[in-house]
């Protein structure tokens, strides 16, 4: 079977995840080429993994099937209109814009394309999430009165990383929430605290660890802990 040729925009944190897995991981696709605006750091990458470089992204686009985006967070809106304007499927990673209008307009922009598009919220792919947010929806649980998660890292995100990618809460702690609200239903109220046990994160006015209570619409109560660095004394899926 043909492979899906992916281009990769993007090498940092993420995006080497996503080049190592299309590469060695993926069935169903492969890695057709990678773009960085570093670069010398998508050449290292190329060469590491024996994959073409684009110089530009509207290179990227020419020599791909689809795309995926795992550059930094201010520049996912406007790569994605671009590649769906040329065809191309998208995977985005989270989040597509810091800003609601921003994103609203290319959720419309994606629509009017008609390309298939997602964001990387993994874990409603993921078949274990899935067969229980099926079990859930069948009502073979019963009701839901008590949601609770747990996060951690196999390391802290590095905190020049979250304070250009929106911060701890928009970028650890949005793959509870949004499980939250697939699995249980609408949140209506939510109130959290944070601290930093890492000086460098204070540094940045952001934190490392949190705790986030949910009320949700039909009445169940929800807990998020979200410690960034590995568990001590629990343990969870990883992200």
């Given amino acids: 079977m043909k492979k899906l040729g992916i281009g990769l925009a993007g090498v940092g944190r993420m995006g080497r995840i996503h080049a190592v897995d299309l590469v060695s991981r993926c069935a169903r696709a492969g890695l057709a080429c990678v773009y960085d605006a570093d670069a010398e750091r998508a050449a290292a990458l190329a060469t590491q993994l024996d994959v073409p470089v684009a110089a530009t992204f509207d290179e990227l686009l020419e020599r791909s099937e689809a795309v995926a985006i795992a550059t930094p967070t201010g520049t996912h809106a406007e ?56 079990r859930i929806s069948a009502g073979e649980l019963g009701d839901v009165t008590l949601f609770r998660t747990s996060l951690r890292d196999m390391n802290p995100p590095d905190p020049a ?77 990883p992200r």
Avoid at 83 to 98: D, W
Avoid at 105 to 123: D, K, M, N, S
Avoid at 181 to 188: F, H, I, K, P, S
């Fill in 79 to 134: 790569l994605t209109v671009a590649a769906t304007k040329a065809g191309l499927p998208v995977f985005c990673e989270k989040p597509i814009s810091l800003d609601r209008g921003t994103t609203v307009a290319t959720l419309t922009a994606v629509e009017a394309a008609g390309i298939p598009f997602q964001v990387g919220f993994h874990r409603r792919f993921d078949p274990d999430w899935v067969a229980a947010a099926d």
């Fill in 161 to 237: 990383y979250l304070a250009g990618s929106g911060g701890f809460f928009v970028d650890v702690t949005v793959h509870d929430l949004d499980v939250a609200r697939w699995l249980v239903g609408e949140v209506v109220e939510v109130s959290a605290h944070g601290t930093a046990s890492d000086p460098a994160f204070s540094e940045i006015g952001d934190i490392d660890t949190a705790v986030v209570v949910l009320r949700f619409a039909s009445g169940a109560l929800g807990v998020i802990d979200t410690p960034a660095g590995p568990a001590t004394a629990t343990s969870a899926p």
